[in-house]
């Protein structure tokens, strides 16, 4: 019996490293094909692929426009563009993502900037998801979008990145908010005081890990839908000019929300006046 193929695949990447052969290992093949648009470039294993991937590519380019007018992000020229097109890495396999990652079961994908596995914007994920092109894709094309716009490594709640990296998933928010409402009313909702310090890497309690994103997405479309785009926008600015996540509050919603307790406050109350 042969070797899986996502086995084979996990070996090279360990030896060879993720994204590219290292220089002087020309005698060895490269098994990843790979496409390119004019922001992202994907690699992937098998031939027969080609189509989705193309279809990935148009998408990721659709939900880079619209991802970018969300948060206020003044596109320039070379952003994404040419050696810094941000690589879209689809394994065979969820075996193979998993092994060659470490991420827990419920991790269908994760975007990486400048680590160790990969030294380049980087959306990881792989081949035969259905929700992939609806969910995952702009759900990390949003990580790195925030990150460069804001900056990576800041001090802020994990919660409200993640629920902007769900805003332009298909389907989400209706059903998020319907979700949210019982658990509210019923006060079993994640109190801000553990809510903005808490984060779900390694969470392998999938209930836990459902709780928060829908928190998530549910406080960040009640700053959305409740005060608009241009106050969100206003947010984001002042988050990336290096303010607090209260201070950034204070300042895009003067006089409404002062801090993040009162946000909460105004949160809980949106879902007892419906």
């Given at each position: 019996?042969?070797?899986?193929p ?12 993720a994204?590219?052969?290292?220089a ?11 496409l ?8 992937f ?11 990935v ?19 320039y ?15 065979p396999?969820?075996?193979?993502y998993?092994?060659f ?16 596995l ?7 994920s792989y081949?035969?998801q ?24 800041k001090?802020?709640?994990v ?8 805003l332009?998933?298909?389907g ?9 409402g ?12 553990s ?11 999938e ?9 998530s ?12 785009n ?5 947010f984001c600015?002042?988050?990336r ?16 929300i ?14 007892q006046q419906?």
């Amino acid at each position: 019996m042969g070797l899986h193929p996502a086995i084979i695949l996990l070996f090279w990447c360990i030896f060879l490293g993720a994204a590219s052969v290292p220089a002087g290992a020309t005698d060895v093949k490269d098994p990843f094909i790979e496409l390119t648009s004019e922001h992202f470039r994907a690699r992937f294993t098998m031939e027969d692929e080609r189509t989705q991937v193309q279809t990935v590519l148009r998408r990721a380019e659709d939900y880079y426009g619209r991802i970018a007018d969300k948060i206020g992000y003044s596109r320039y020229q070379d952003f994404w563009t040419w050696d810094r097109r941000v690589v879209i890495m689809l394994y065979p396999d969820q075996y193979a993502y998993a092994r060659f990652t470490g991420f827990p079961q419920w991790s269908k994908a994760y975007a990486s900037r400048d680590t160790r596995l990969f030294r380049e914007h980087t959306i990881v994920s792989y081949n035969g998801q259905d929700n992939f092109l609806d969910e995952i894709l702009p759900h990390e094309i949003t990580h790195l979008m925030f990150w460069d716009y804001v900056g990576q490594g800041k001090l802020l709640p994990v919660w409200f990145e993640e629920g902007l990296a769900q805003l332009e998933e298909s389907g989400k928010k209706d059903q998020v908010q319907a979700i949210m409402g019982p658990i509210v009313s019923a006060g079993k909702q994640i109190p801000f005081d553990s809510f903005n310090v808490i984060s779900i890497t390694g969470e392998k309690d999938e209930i836990k890990v459902s709780l928060f994103y829908a928190q998530s997405l549910s406080v960040v479309l009640f700053l959305l839908e409740k005060y608009g785009n241009d106050a969100f926008i206003r947010f984001c600015r002042e988050l990336r000019d290096g303010r607090s996540f209260d201070d950034s509050l204070r300042r895009a919603y003067p006089s409404i929300i002062g801090s993040s307790k009162e946000l909460e406050t105004r949160w809980i109350r949106h879902f007892q006046q419906q």
